[in-house]
């Protein structure tokens, strides 16, 4: 599922489980990112994990990725 730094995520809920399984879901991003959101809202990323608060998404991204917005994946609703 993980290679490194250089390990490729297909989805979002990937994303999250590697982060809950190692930890870092609640770890600060080193640069807090603005997300817009599926539901036409946006919310500021400041985890590696991160729930919009008007619907729900989950958004993950891994600490070795979390320099590239592109890398943000959403995991679905309440995931």
């Given at each position: 599922?993980?290679?490194?730094?250089?390990?490729?995520?297909?989805?979002?809920?990937?994303?999250?489980?590697?982060?809950?399984?190692?930890?870092?879901?609640?770890?600060?991003?080193?640069?807090?990112?603005?997300?817009?959101?599926?539901c036409?809202?946006?919310?500021?990323?400041?985890?590696?994990?991160?729930k919009?608060?008007?619907?729900?998404?989950?958004?993950?991204?891994?600490?070795?990725?979390a320099?590239?917005?592109?890398?943000?994946?959403?995991?679905?609703?309440?995931?």
């Open positions: 599922m993980h290679e490194g730094c250089s390990g490729k995520f297909e989805s979002g809920k990937q994303i999250v489980d590697k982060l809950r399984m190692m930890g870092f879901e609640r770890q600060a991003m080193p640069l807090p990112v603005k997300i817009d959101c599926e036409q809202k946006s919310f500021i990323m400041k985890t590696f994990e991160s919009c608060p008007h619907c729900g998404m989950v958004y993950g991204v891994t600490p070795c990725h320099f590239d917005k592109s890398n943000i994946l959403a995991a679905g609703k309440d995931y």
